[in-house]
């Protein structure tokens, strides 16, 4: 069974300053690894995710996330954010080779930007 | 950019209406999910599809039930509505074809039973 950690329910962070929202996963078999974020009253928009390769993963708006498969985590970073930012975030982890494709969330983290 | 539609996207309704929530896509994915969310909660997946005429259930239990009779349509409906209702439901969609199996999804339903 697969189940995702993420550690902080709320992050406050001032604008322009650096922010990492942490992910950690339980999983037996290799996985792919996802972040979402959502904006109020929208779905989930695709942020980044790992699937193989180099460990370190640039997604859309200045984030990037670092696959640690020592540590089993997944944190997301951003180096400086941007009230824009303010959102709830989800980690998420696929099961490979899985046809169905299933993800399981974490439980979010939610980001907030002060200016 | 993702093409898939839910509607309504606010609905409040009274106890033991009927109610279907409709989620469409145009991107030809095989597989589509039902998710339920309450506010500032986790995803809780509901119900999924692999195809047409295949409904499975989600590890959340959940008195909806969901049919798949075209590709492009999954619709969730529940037979009669109770306050316990009361969440937001998203809908996703995927394609297992290019093995990235990143999910789509909708701008979601709330729901609001009174």
């Known amino acids: 069974a697969q189940s995702v950690t993420q550690l902080d329910s709320q992050v406050p962070v001032f604008e322009e300053a650096p922010v990492e929202l942490r992910c950690n996963y339980s999983s037996s078999v290799s996985v792919y690894l996802f972040w979402y974020v959502q904006y109020p009253n929208q779905g989930l928009q695709l942020l980044l995710k790992?699937?193989?390769?180099?460990?370190l993963v640039k997604g859309i708006n200045g984030f990037e996330a670092e696959f640690n498969k020592s540590q089993t985590s997944f944190h997301l970073r951003k180096p400086s954010v941007h009230i824009s930012d303010t959102a709830e975030y989800f980690c998420?982890?696929?099961?490979?080779?899985?046809?169905?494709?299933?993800?399981?969330f974490g439980g979010g983290t939610r980001l907030m930007v002060k200016p | 950019e993702a093409d898939i539609y839910q509607t309504p996207r606010y609905l409040v309704i009274g106890t033991g209406k009927k109610i279907t929530l409709e989620c469409s896509q145009t991107?030809?994915?095989?597989?589509m999910y039902w998710y339920q969310q309450d506010p500032g909660m986790e995803l809780h997946l509901i119900h999924y599809s692999y195809g047409v005429n295949s409904t499975e259930k989600g590890d959340l239990s959940s008195e909806s039930t969901v049919s798949r009779i075209r590709t492009e349509h999954f619709p969730l409906t529940l037979e009669s509505a109770r306050p316990s209702h009361t969440s937001q439901y998203l809908c996703?969609?995927?394609?297992?074809?290019?093995?990235?199996?990143?999910?789509?999804f909708g701008p979601g339903t709330r729901l609001t039973v009174t």
């Open positions: 996703a969609s995927s394609d297992a074809g290019t093995g990235a199996y990143e999910q789509y």
């Open positions: 991107m030809g994915h095989d597989k």
């Open positions: 790992y699937l193989s390769g180099s460990t």
């Open positions: 998420a982890v696929s099961r490979l080779n899985n046809a169905g494709n299933m993800l399981t």
